[in-house]
């Protein structure tokens, strides 16, 4: 019984469609996501910086935030922003050295 999810007119389960020769589909490869991510990494740079700046910012009622809410939650919860920020603007370094461009 054919599956609903494969491809019209394939023939064969999906592990015997696939191939890793050089019919393989580009868009699956290292490159080919790379490729496809290039156009956001302006606006990943972006807000990398915006969000960096505002974790700067937010050390100003970073006192207030550790009396009322905990140190434990408030340290956890900043870390978590600040890696997520940074995590983001070194990606998108990363893709701006590699040289991606939007297609």
Same mark, same amino acid.
């Given at each position: +019984?054919? #599956?609903?999810?494969? =491809?019209?007119? #394939?023939? $064969?389960?999906?592990? =015997? !469609?696939? #191939? !890793?020769?050089?019919?393989?589909?580009?868009?699956?490869? *290292?490159? %080919?996501?790379?490729?496809?991510?290039?156009? /956001?990494?302006?606006? =990943?740079? @972006? &807000? $990398? *910086?915006? +969000?960096?700046?505002? %974790? &700067? @910012?937010?050390?100003?009622? &970073? !006192?207030?935030?550790?009396?009322?809410?905990?140190?434990?939650? @408030?340290? =956890?919860?900043? @870390?978590?922003?600040?890696?997520?920020?940074?995590? /983001?603007?070194?990606? %998108? &370094? !990363? +893709?701006?050295?590699? %040289?991606?461009?939007?297609?």
């Amino acid at each position: +019984m054919p #599956s609903p999810f494969d =491809a019209a007119g #394939s023939g $064969g389960p999906p592990a =015997a !469609r696939s #191939s !890793r020769g050089a019919t393989a589909d580009p868009a699956r490869s *290292a490159r %080919g996501f790379d490729e496809q991510l290039a156009p /956001l990494r302006i606006p =990943a740079l @972006v &807000l $990398g *910086a915006l +969000m960096i700046c505002l %974790g &700067l @910012v937010a050390l100003l009622p &970073l !006192r207030a935030w550790l009396h009322d809410y905990g140190a434990w939650l @408030v340290i =956890a919860a900043y @870390v978590q922003y600040l890696g997520v920020a940074a995590t /983001l603007e070194i990606w %998108g &370094l !990363r +893709m701006t050295a590699k %040289g991606g461009r939007a297609r």
